[in-house]
């Protein structure tokens, strides 16, 4: 079981409620052995998603112009270097960022000036007992009735439906974390496809936000009662690109070797 110090509550945020449900193995890998850094290593795609990023936060921040030099002008200053394997691969990506940004700027440049951002990148938590739900939302923006609208950007997908929007647990975790900390008649949840500029929204009644934050409770709670240290690795379908694999693989041959079971031919 967990535990955190003492008068602190442990904090979940998506990320970590998301990789529980997807492996216990890799749960407890990054969240309590910490050995996430000896094998997590900068990925383009992950590059490239911190960027736009950052060039979107400036764009809606208070210092931000809405031009699409402005885009250009931060997309040069916060370029991230890491994670590309050449020189050619770093090109490619950052011509693809320009292509996304232009998009994206025709796309918001005659957006209503009725509707305001609220926030960008902004933390926000919520108390759900016995553990903190904790977000970092991407921008929240109020509208003339009072209602907000969370939006999340998507550097790696192509589509997007309102139902994706609903099923997406980290936006299920951001919309109850916004109607719940701010001051709103309302609350809506987009996600924004920046590669395509397509995006899709969707909202949540009252009693599905209660439903929501049962779910999030529950799902908190599951993770401080169970013992994440017993138990082997096992295989699922996220093995195959997983930063952790190797480190399974040797648990997995260990144990065949200490029950006499013959290893197979990829594991020798």
Known sequence: ??????????????????????????????????????????????????????????????????????????????????????????????????????????????????VETDAVECNLSLNLGKFKLTGRIDRIDR???????VVDYKSGRDTVTPDDVLNSLAMRCYMLLASRTMLATGVTGTIVALRTGTSASASMTPSQLEAAADEISALGNDILETDITLGEPVRIQLCEKCEFILRCERAWRSSSKSRGIPAEPGER
């Open 143 to 149: 509208h003339p009735d009072g209602s907000i609208e």
């Open 1 to 114: 079981m967990e535990t955190s110090k003492p008068g602190r509550l442990p904090a979940f945020s998506p990320t970590r409620l998301g990789t529980f449900l997807d492996c216990r193995t890799k749960y407890k890998y990054i969240y309590v052995d910490r050995i996430g850094r000896f094998y997590q290593k900068p990925h383009a795609y992950f590059s490239f998603g911190s960027t736009l990023h950052q060039v979107l936060q400036a764009y809606h921040g208070p210092a931000g112009t809405h031009t699409l030099e402005f885009l250009f002008h931060t997309l040069n200053s916060r370029w991230i270097t890491a994670g590309y394997e050449s020189a050619d691969e770093e090109t490619e990506y950052r011509e693809l960022a320009a292509s996304v940004l232009r998009l994206y700027h025709e796309n918001t440049i005659n957006r209503t000036d009725l």
